[in-house]
């Protein structure tokens, strides 16, 4: 964890020092950033280049193919250049906007009051990168101290993070309540990363860190907090779940047949399984290894957690998966022809409970929007965790930052941090099969 904390330090000084060059120097900056990602670009494309060629990896190939004609573009033109990265800021944030006002319509077709909210959000992020791809051909200059700007807010914020992180919960909780969460590329494969070190570690001294549990509290936590991971293409964003008494609760978009604009919104589909089984299934047959976060509950909390569990069940009606549709006699020959149907195969291995939202805030699943992360956050918030969400384009990797620095924070509620994975046996649960 001190690695951790080191490697925070060091990130909030360069936003401090860099967005203090860009205010002051920003002809400067538009020269030197150029430069900069495309020496990026240019590491990255060679690492993709070699893993696509070493692992035959179709996408690693592409991707590297992507960067070197943004490479191309940079070297041909600085100015052309620099509008491009100017203009993929506006692009990125005109796509914010577009989350928000996605969002907007399927709550107000939910009959959810969230919906002002949104379109205000949308409004603003609208106006900023509309502003940005405007301004990026005459006004370089002012578009760089803006950026230089948003640098400084995010230095600020990351020492803010790290003072309050010393501090008890509430000033934590409030420190980042409004946080201003970098762009969800960036955070959303955190998990991914870490697994990573972790693998990396594991080759080199055979003895990774599984398990780590504040000597304080030595008793198994009340709730458990699972961010998935993996390790390859879609798998990287990762997916978000919690339990309790052995039951896992997950949130997602399970049914295909009414999944829209290429399968990222759908009908809101929650289920239950036990716990143990499900996340052996995940680290096992799906290649998603998941970080546990125990949390400690009050009493008060726990009869919370029970009224919420309630409130779901009392809001969804059941549903069932393709495969569970057909003849019990007929499943186990009938499974190949299912398996590429996840709710069906779940549900063949884990015997997972699905239950469907007809109406209300979560009757529609949005990748970008109403997610397994906000579902998670919003449902265990009822029972007064005080997990800060933010909105827009949010992943589950904002949420393995919150909770791992949560962990190191001694008067946090969050006692525990677990790796499971099928690459380390010993982190699997045990269960019968």
């Not at 240019?42 to 993709?48: D, E, M, P, Y």
């Not at 907090?225 to 964003?237: N, Q």
């Not at 546990?292 to 409130?311: H, P, T, Y």
């Not at 924070?409 to 969050?414: E, K, R």
């Amino acid at each position: 964890m001190n690695q951790i904390t080191r490697a925070q330090k060091i990130s909030n000084f360069l936003f401090l020092v860099l967005a203090i060059l860009i205010i002051l120097l920003p002809s400067f900056f538009a020269k030197a950033s150029l430069c900069f990602f495309i020496l990026m670009m240019g590491i990255s494309a060679l690492k993709f280049l070699i893993d696509g060629f070493r692992l035959h990896r179709s996408l690693d190939l592409l991707a590297s193919l992507i960067l070197i004609l943004l490479i191309a573009v940079g070297l041909f033109s600085y100015e052309y250049g620099y509008h491009f990265l100017i203009d993929a800021l506006g692009i990125y944030l005109v796509a914010c906007a577009l989350v928000f006002l996605i969002q907007m319509v399927l709550d107000l077709k939910s009959n959810c009051a969230d919906w002002k909210a949104e379109l205000m959000m949308g409004i603003l992020y609208l106006l900023n990168g509309g502003l940005a791809i405007y301004l990026s051909g005459d006004h370089l200059i002012l578009v760089s101290r803006l950026i230089g700007c948003y640098l400084l807010l995010q230095a600020i914020q990351g020492f803010m993070e790290m003072f309050f992180f010393s501090n008890p919960y509430n000033a934590r909780y409030y420190a980042f309540r409004n946080w201003m969460a970098l762009p969800a590329f960036i955070v959303g494969i955190l998990p991914a990363l870490y697994y990573d070190h972790l693998l990396r570690q594991r080759l080199d001294d055979k003895n990774p860190v599984l398990h780590l549990q504040k000597s304080s509290d030595q008793n198994p936590p009340d709730l458990s907090v699972f961010i998935h991971s993996g390790t390859y293409g879609a798998r990287l964003y990762g997916h978000m779940t919690f339990s309790r008494n052995h039951v896992a609760y997950s949130y997602g978009n399970y049914d295909v047949s009414a999944e829209k604009w290429f399968h990222t919104i759908g009908p809101g589909i929650f289920f239950t399984a036990g716990s143990e089984i499900y996340s052996n299934n995940c680290s096992v047959v799906e290649h998603s290894p998941q970080f546990e976060f125990g949390i400690r509950l009050s009493e008060a909390q726990k009869k919370k957690f029970d009224n919420m569990v309630s409130g779901i069940l009392n809001s969804t009606v059941p549903w069932k998966c393709p495969l569970e549709e057909i003849p019990m006699d007929q499943v186990d020959l009938k499974f190949k022809d299912y398996e590429k149907d996840y709710a069906s195969r779940l549900w063949y291995r884990t015997g997972a409970e699905f239950r469907k939202y007809e109406d209300g805030e979560w009757a529609w699943y949005s990748l970008l929007g109403n997610n397994c992360s906000n579902f998670t956050c919003a449902k265990l918030n009822e029972i007064s965790l005080n997990i800060p969400v933010s909105k827009g384009i949010v992943s589950p990797g904002e949420f393995f930052e919150y909770f791992e620095e949560a962990y190191q924070d001694p008067d946090s509620n969050v006692i525990s941090m677990t790796l499971h994975s099928a690459k380390f046996p010993e982190s699997l649960f045990n269960t019968i099969d």
